[in-house]
């Protein structure tokens, strides 16, 4: 079955850059999502079409995508932003919903 | 805004059938695709299925054989029953309504979200 990975986590002091790879075969075809998760919370849309970044999400969020591998980049790291964070994508096909296994950011 | 909101038992035995339904509110479900999403206690998300506001589904491979989901457009509300379960299956269930971002990629993204709901499977 088709995998998306991610490192399980990063690392970052606050006012850094994090950022946090997701990487699949299929991702030179499908477009990739990320989410922001918190404890006890549903995921939040932070990123959608590869670098699309929604309303109300601050400008600190970016995304991009390169080959197989897409980027999510947090600049200026603040402390609310420990969270973990999900890629999701399709298979080639677009026909299966697929999520990374989710990259747990610590700021220090 | 569409809210959702998963209902049904906390509570399910092993090898027993898992219900739970999704009560879309301030909106139709008709002309959306609606997802179930399921994540394990300290565990990563899992897309379980979709479908469509006239009934057609897709299903993660992994668990097709055990999953069923069905759509009621007068009531506004869409379920999910997953069989034989075991302890593996428990999990805090979500169901999302899709923005499909391409026409021939209906999974596109997960736009809203319901609050999730704990099921543990335990005798």
């Known amino acids: 079955s088709y995998e998306l990975t991610q490192p399980p986590s990063v690392s970052v002091s606050p006012g850094q850059t994090a950022r946090i790879t997701c990487s699949g075969d299929a991702l030179p075809k499908q477009y990739a999502y990320w989410y922001q998760q918190k404890p006890g919370q549903a995921p939040v849309l932070v990123i959608y079409k590869d670098s699309e970044r929604p309303s109300g999400i601050p400008e600190r969020f970016s995304g991009s995508s390169s080959g197989t591998t897409v980027t999510l980049t947090i600049s200026g790291v603040q402390a609310e932003d420990e969270a973990d964070y999900y890629c999701q994508s399709a298979d080639s096909s677009g026909t299966y919903g697929v999520f990374g296994g989710g990259t747990k950011l610590t700021v220090l | 805004q569409v809210q959702l909101q998963e209902s049904g038992p906390g509570l399910v035995k092993p090898s027993e059938t898992l219900s739970l339904t999704c009560t879309v509110s301030g909106g139709s479900i008709s002309s959306y695709y609606w997802s179930w999403i399921r994540q394990p206690p300290g565990k990563g998300l899992e897309w379980i299925g979709y479908i469509y506001y006239s009934g057609s589904t897709n299903y993660n491979p992994s668990l097709k054989s055990r999953v069923t989901i069905s759509v009621d457009t007068s009531k506004n509300q869409f379920s999910l029953k997953l069989s034989s379960v075991t302890a593996a299956d428990t999990a805090v269930y979500y169901c999302?309504?899709?923005?499909?971002?391409?026409?021939?990629?209906?999974?596109?993204?997960?736009?809203?979200w319901g609050q999730g709901t704990l099921v543990t499977v335990s005798s």
């Open positions: 999302a309504r899709h923005r499909v971002v391409v026409a021939a990629t209906p999974v596109g993204y997960f736009q809203h």
